[in-house]
């Protein structure tokens, strides 16, 4: 798939609102056998990506890449964890187009994965600033931003986890393709379709997308992350920022009224600390053939097995495979 359905649905879009293609969709959707639920599903978008890297963040920089070149950046500054997939996945494929990435890194719990990733920041190729926490990142920005600029171009900033509005478009393609599985009889449209939440993009842009569909689909998004207002309230103001965008750069929209709704359930003492539950249901997953983290994923489908959520149910995995 080459065009973007976003473009097919509104051709004007395509000269003002550039697009790379960097992953091959639709991605896969299957049953999730061997689990404590006999409705539950999976979108599977681990393979979404190219060179052994995939996840929910390639689907965000498809469309934020273009904006960094359309603005004749050379530089991007962007903010994550220690252990941010975020980060990585766009330093990656930021270099691929000639851009260099700084990232500002905030301290989180440290394990084997942060670790892990932490190394593979450091192999990148970005410049790493350990700001170590939220406040003292923000105070740091101006010197940021002076430190890397080059010449009279200012590095073009990204908030964490990619979720600016155009950012928001990655997912509002990714519930117009879940529509158009759901119209083939791919699978049963679902009741629930169950996220994590870091940045707010992912569910914000699936709650839009499946709108603009016509699905009745409500998306839940487990919050992982206790640092940024990610309340049902701030969701839903972010999918309107993403429709405003989408008018902005010459869409006629008719939006119905969104189905989303946040949790904190499942949160545990904070960004990046585990959880039993998560633990618990990892292993599930695991059974049913699924790779999860402990920090997103793991989180969102142990929601996902909630026994109380209506189903039928679909589990979004955001996860993709690290090389």
């Known amino acids: 798939m080459t065009t973007p359905l976003l473009h097919r649905r509104c051709p004007g879009l395509a000269r003002t609102l550039p697009f790379l293609r960097l992953g091959d969709g639709p991605t896969p959707v299957r049953e999730l056998t061997g689990t404590t639920r006999d ?3 999976c979108k599977d978008e681990s393979g979404y990506g190219s060179g052994g890297w995939g996840g929910n963040k390639v689907r965000k920089l498809e469309w934020l890449l273009p904006e960094v070149r359309r603005h004749g950046a050379r530089t991007l500054l962007t903010v994550g964890a220690t252990g941010t997939n975020w980060g990585l ?3 990656l494929y930021a270099r691929e187009l000639g851009i260099d990435t ?45 430190r890397h600029t080059r010449g009279s171009r200012l590095p073009y900033y990204l908030p964490a986890g990619g979720s600016a509005p155009i950012g ?36 914000a842009g699936l709650a839009l997308g499946c709108a603009l569909a016509g699905l009745r689909s409500r998306v839940l998004g487990v ?29 006629v929209l008719d939006v119905p009224p969104l189905r989303l709704a946040s949790t904190r359930d499942h949160l545990g003492g904070g960004y990046g600390h585990p959880t039993p539950g998560a633990t618990a249901a990892a292993g599930v997953a695991e059974g049913a053939g699924l790779r999860l983290d402990p920090v997103y994923t793991a989180k969102a489908f142990a929601a996902a097995l909630t026994p109380a959520l209506e189903g039928p149910v679909l589990f979004l995995n955001t996860y993709g495979p690290r090389e």
Request: proline share 4%; hydrophobic share 45%.
């Open 39 to 41: 409705d539950l599903w």
């Open 89 to 91: 996945a766009a330093t």
């Open 102 to 146: 700084v990232l500002a890194l905030i301290d989180q719990p440290e394990d084997e994965h942060v670790r892990e990733q932490l190394r593979r920041l450091r192999l990148s190729g970005a410049t790493l600033h350990l700001t170590r926490g939220k406040w003292r990142t923000i105070a740091s920005a101006p010197w940021l931003f002076l």
């Open 168 to 203: 928001v478009l990655g997912y509002v393609e990714a519930g117009l393709e879940l529509g158009a599985q759901v119209a083939a009889g791919e699978l049963p449209e679902p009741r629930h379709v169950v996220t994590a939440v870091g940045s707010g993009g992912t569910a």
């Open 223 to 251: 919050v992982v992350n206790d640092t940024l207002p990610l309340a049902t309230s701030d969701l839903i103001r972010l999918a309107g920022r993403a429709a405003g965008v989408l008018r902005e750069r010459g869409a």
